[in-house]
């Protein structure tokens, strides 16, 4: 029996994998998804918390902020399949979607499990060769008599095909299959691979004790700021007194420092440095009230004041602006204890500024492993951004996060991987089809 030529060898069953297989399959190319794990989609099943924010139809909005630096290089791809689009995917595979705030779309059935168990029905109807517990080593070309052959080795067997895309994901979450093996890869057939760090990762405060725990003025007892949410606030990343970034949205002290959208999405604009970050060089700066000026805020704070002076500075600060009480101790430091008449111009103006730019500093930067999505990957200069094929070797293609694109929070990251998967899916099929008749 001769040996098994495969269309299209896609390594990894993650989103962008299983989309990249499914729309090659969908052209009548013969399909090998290779998967290193026991089952398809493990970071697939994590995501939104199990709910899994499939994508976002507001993508369009803020296209530039979303995507980053490299935005431009997935317009092609996003128009040729659009969340729309994606949404009539995963209805045609029976998971009807809805949106949510902010554009977010999720599963009707609010399950990340559905959405995998579809995908890999989706592989398995497509008549799609799935192999599980498939690490692949390496992929080199191969020269054969009949004709330009990719060879996919994994630790135990070895296999041929026509094109091959390489979709094994990003290098965060280990623990789900995605240990940065696709850059490698890409880096041993030629590829440049831009610096790898955390994106959307919460971020480590320094001096945790002080001031995230502070003391409580009625039983003197320590409390802690861990688990409090600030909804929809400012934030800006401060490196060497500069701001590199900004973000807005929901804040929430963890404890060891901050998470959320609006912290996570300052994580990729982290110095890199190994170790402890020097006092005050990187400072987390919080607007408590973005819609607001200063000004404003210091007016109101005076008239507030003007007109309860006996009012103690906790309770004034919380029904003033609606703060929760341990924010309103954050904010108020030594004037904790006194009430409006015993604060100064100077402490007001003191307060006033620190609503505006309540300032933590940061430790260190944040473990790769522990980022939600790995920014930098495979250089996008040499990736062909409507067909996701390789500019340096033929017949290579790559989607979803080993590519150096990343997304903020709010399902673009999916976004991405179902549109890449998708472009290079239907562009090795065809490549492949041009082969088969060379051959
Ligand atoms: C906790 C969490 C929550 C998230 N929530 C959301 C969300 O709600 N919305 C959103 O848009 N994004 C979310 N993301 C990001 C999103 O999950 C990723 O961007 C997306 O999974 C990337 O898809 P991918 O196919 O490129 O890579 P991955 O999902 O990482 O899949 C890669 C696959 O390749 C396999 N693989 C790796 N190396 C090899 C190898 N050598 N051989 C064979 N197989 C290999 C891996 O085992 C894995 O199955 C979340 C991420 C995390 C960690």
Redesign the pocket.
Known sequence: MGRQIYDVIV?????????AAISASSEGANVLL????PS?????L????G??????IRIMDNFRETYHENARFLTSALHAFSPEDVRAFFASIGIPTHEEDAGRIFPDSQK?SDVCRALEDAVRKNGIELLME????SVSPAKDPSGDLWCVK?NDSEYTGRSVVI????K??PH???????YR?AEDLDHEITPIRPA?APLFLASFSDPMTDRCEDCGAEFTLAGVTLPDVGTALSVDGKTVARSRGDLLFTHQGVSGPSAMSLSRYLPTDTGKYPEGKVRLIVDLLPDISEEEVGKNLLSAMTDNPNRHMKRLLCETFHFQEKIALLLLGETMDLSANQVTKKMRNQITEKIKRCSFDIEKCTPLDM???TAGGVSVRQIDPKTMGSKVKEGLFF????IDI??V?????????WST?RAAGLAAASFSRREERRE
């Open positions: 390594t990894g069953a993650g989103p962008s994998g299983m989309m290779l998967e290193k794990n398809p989609g493990k970071k697939l994590l995501t939104g918390h709910r899994c924010n499939i994508t976002n990340a498939s690490p692949v080593t994994t979709a094994s994901g990003g965060s979450f789900t299959g995605s240990t940065g093996d696709g890869i959307l980022a939600y999505v989607c979803g996060e080993v990343d997304g929070s709010g399902g673009y990251n999916l976004q991405n991987a998967g």
